[in-house]
């Protein structure tokens, strides 16, 4: 047998292997930077936040079967893996509509941003324009456009709209939108009604948050979020500032279930830019939709968020580009939490793909910074992965191509 020879301990050696780091004052500080995915960023977001807030976001519709599902089958995606190739440099940069953007990895619409984190839409706009990524406002932001345009003048901005019950309020919107020099509109069109969220029902959500006996509770526990609620400005939805209605009032006035395609027609007639439809769950519908003149669809099913018994998108993915993806972009979105989640997407032939609640966690977890942290660990999976599996390009990556398991396990 071996046996190793022992010394005495040698005191230098020990001395220089003691890290001398002084504990921060920051309770998050050693948690932030320890983290290694989106998940745990989303861990820290859960610490920060009321747990209304942190509900809203990673709550889905009715029983939250549909965000489930959307999550297993990017667990089942396989990528082709090739070697041998030399991946010393690699390019994740792509082409959307005609523009170069750095990693196919974009940040989708989001309502009430502002109550995730304080700073709100320009925090995650300004990481859009320092990673040369697109960043889409909501019709429910708590920004307005003209806003965001002037806090974050040289991102790529998009803006999502929903087609109201009054053509002349959605029209108003739109000049908004066309007023502060956005690139593309993009219409939502998986709400023609609200979904139901029994989380947010049960937590009581309104927006801006009611104080109730509840609501003393939750600032004696998150301190930090509710003093920065209170000294930053009023919460509200500012694309319908003066509108001066309680918030049931105005859903009932943005969401238009007569919408039909006719909608996307009269759209083009008002708004010379880029149109994307946002929220197309069938093959039949992206053909519909591609003749109707826009640029882009985005295979979404709100993040679970709307309907809770449809199609995952990422399954119908290759079907729909096969069908259309000559025709228009296909983008998609829904629980893309990691770089490989995003690489399977684009490997099964989607242009870039959205995130939601990935960079929501990132801005509770820790503001502007946090989401910068979320397109790190991203790129970091991404560029890891196509490494890995022998893709210097996006091309590359959909040329080497993936497929979906049929089960986790088989
Ligand atoms: C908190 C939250 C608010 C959202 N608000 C909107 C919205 O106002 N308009 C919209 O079209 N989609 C909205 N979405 C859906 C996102 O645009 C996107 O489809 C979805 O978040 C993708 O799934 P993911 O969150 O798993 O990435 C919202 C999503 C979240 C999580």
Request: aromatic share 8%; charged share 25%; net charge positive.
């Amino acid at each position: 047998m071996i046996r190793s020879s022992r010394k005495l301990p040698s005191l230098p050696y020990f001395w220089s292997l003691i890290d001398w780091t002084l504990p921060s004052l920051n309770p998050y500080k050693g948690k932030l930077q320890r983290a290694q995915n989106v998940a745990d960023l989303a861990a820290i977001a859960k610490k920060r936040t009321p747990k209304v807030v942190f509900d809203y976001v990673e709550g889905s519709a009715v029983d939250e079967v549909a965000y489930d599902r959307t999550r297993q089958a990017l667990a089942r995606v396989e990528i082709n893996s090739r070697v041998l190739r030399d991946v010393s440099d690699i390019d994740t940069s792509t082409k959307i509509l005609g523009k170069s953007i750095d990693l196919p990895i974009c940040f989708a619409p989001t309502g009430y941003t502002r109550l995730m984190h304080h700073v709100g839409e320009p925090a995650v706009a300004n990481v859009a324009a320092e990673n040369n990524l697109i960043y889409a406002l909501s019709t429910m932001g708590t920004t307005s456009p003209a806003e965001l345009a002037a806090a974050v003048p040289n991102a790529r901005r998009w803006f999502q709209l929903y087609v109201m019950k009054n053509r002349s309020d959605t029209l108003a919107v739109i000049k908004q939108a066309k007023d502060a020099g956005f690139e593309a509109l993009v219409l939502t069109v998986d709400t023609p009604v609200a979904g139901l969220r029994y989380r947010d029902n049960r937590n009581g959500l309104t927006v801006p948050p009611k104080i109730r006996l509840s609501t003393v509770l939750s600032i004696a526990r998150k301190p930090i979020w509710w003093l920065n609620l209170f000294t930053t400005g009023k919460l509200e939805f500012a694309a319908f500032r003066g509108w001066d209605k309680p918030l049931s009032e105005l859903a009932a006035l943005i969401f238009d279930p007569s919408t039909d395609f006719d909608d996307i027609k009269w759209l083009r007639t008002v708004w010379d830019g880029p149109i994307v439809i946002k929220g197309i769950q069938s093959v039949a519908d992206a053909k519909a939709v591609a003749k109707c003149g826009v640029q882009g669809i985005i295979l979404s099913n709100h993040g679970g968020r709307q309907f809770d018994r449809g199609p995952v998108p990422l399954e119908i993915l290759p079907e729909v580009v096969d069908a259309v993806g000559k025709k228009v972009e296909v983008y998609i979105d829904g629980g893309m939490m990691s770089g490989l989640d995003a690489l399977s997407a684009v490997a099964l032939g989607a242009k870039a793909v959205f995130i939601g609640r990935a960079y929501l966690y990132g801005a509770m977890a820790n503001g502007e910074k946090g989401v910068q942290q979320v397109i790190d660990l991203m790129r970091r999976e991404f560029i890891n992965g196509m490494s890995l599996s022998g893709s210097r390009t996006i091309e590359e990556v959909q040329k080497n191509g993936a497929q979906i398991r049929s089960s986790f396990h088989e």
